[in-house]
């Protein structure tokens, strides 16, 4: 029983492309996010979306939009890919309090040539 | 803004042998969530302990503490009888009860067993 899965765990794709990666959560959750690993290993949050409604959006470039078709998927469309772009992402839900962990997909590892 | 800091990148211990991560974080609020996630070769996110500010006793999960020391701003993590399966970074996050509930982590620190 998978919590929180992405797809596809590994991308490799040339610059200038566009991509999405998919996160599923069937924790019953209310709240989703991405968050960016870069090489150094910093996690970073990207986006975060309550029932739907996006509340975070930090400071990432537009090429970047997440999409949240209902409370159990939120997606990660990637336009124009840059070199910089390459990191591990990873999507995580949780419950609306803040008190409840956030449960983590296994990432998905992005590589840009 | 909240900061959490780890200021020791790399920390290595004997199989059996007792060690302890440090954080820091800097924040105004009062209220706060901090945590200890665990990211293994796997690359996986587990949750390791989880600590509310509003509680004076420490978190305790096992062969996991901490020492949780709210005037001070410091959230270290105990790791006794240390096994081989300990081997991952390690990150302390912060997340607030007031505001977007987003995790920020510090940069992480990556534990060896020698065994």
């Known amino acids: 029983d998978t919590a929180v899965s992405q797809t596809p765990k590994y991308l490799v ?101 | 803004a909240q900061t959490v800091t780890q200021s020791q990148p790399e920390m290595s211990v004997q199989e059996a042998e007792t060690v302890t991560l440090s954080c820091t974080y800097d924040t105004s609020e009062s209220d706060y969530y901090l945590f200890w996630y665990k990211q293994p070769p796997s690359r996986q996110m587990i949750l390791v302990i989880r600590q509310e500010a509003y509680k004076q006793q420490n978190a305790t999960e096992n062969r996991f503490s901490v020492n949780f020391q709210k005037a001070a701003k410091s959230f270290s993590l105990k790791i006794s009888d240390s096994q081989l399966g300990d081997a991952a970074m390690y990150f302390c996050a912060y997340r607030s009860a007031l505001r977007a509930q987003k995790l920020v982590f510090g940069q992480g620190t990556r534990l060896t067993i020698n065994p």
């Open chain 1, 13 to 113: 794709t040339q610059m200038g492309n566009d991509k999405s990666i998919k996160c599923e959560q069937n924790l019953g959750h209310d709240t989703m996010y991405w968050y960016k690993q870069d090489s150094k290993k910093f996690l970073k949050i990207m986006f975060s979306y309550n029932n739907k409604e996006l509340i975070i959006n930090e400071t990432v470039p537009n090429r970047f939009s997440p999409k949240s078709p209902d409370k159990a998927h939120l997606n990660l469309h990637i336009n124009s890919l840059e070199l910089g772009d390459s990191a591990v992402y990873f999507c995580a839900s949780s419950p609306r309090d803040s008190s409840y962990e956030q449960y983590f997909g296994p990432g998905t590892r992005l590589t840009v040539t």
